[in-house]
Nanobody
């Protein structure tokens, strides 16, 4: 069984910063990419940032220059440093990992339960 546990969400004023963390645990053989997605009320889930096993990163245009994703491969963790937050960043942020549980397993997506980020104006 695989678990992804997020932490670090909360309430912050516009212009402030938050750091989200996600730890993957359980039966894990290898992790390809890890990332963060978000979903605001009434909206579809959208990609925020991803990082591959070779540390290649992708960011949504709306967060470029403000958010930074990082990963510790040894610890199976991924962080999202969020700066200059705006009310438009308010959403539930979910961690994603593309991983194999054992040698020969198919690569599958796993998700955390989500953490609320609220930015007040």
């Amino acid at each position: 069984q695989v678990q992804l546990v997020e932490s670090g969400g909360g309430l912050v004023q516009a212009g402030g910063s938050l750091t989200l963390s996600c730890a993957a645990s359980g039966s894990i053989f290898s992790i390809n990419a890890m990332g963060w997605y978000r979903q605001a009320p009434g909206n579809q889930r959208e990609l925020v940032a991803t990082i591959t096993s070779s540390s290649s990163t992708t960011y949504a245009d709306s967060v470029k220059g403000r958010f930074t994703i990082s990963r510790d491969r040894a610890k199976n963790t991924v962080n999202l440093q969020m700066n200059s937050l705006t009310p438009e960043d308010t959403a539930v942020y979910s961690c994603n990992a593309q991983l194999r549980r054992f040698l020969g397993d198919a690569r599958r997506d796993y998700w955390g339960q989500g953490t609320q980020v609220t930015v007040s104006s």
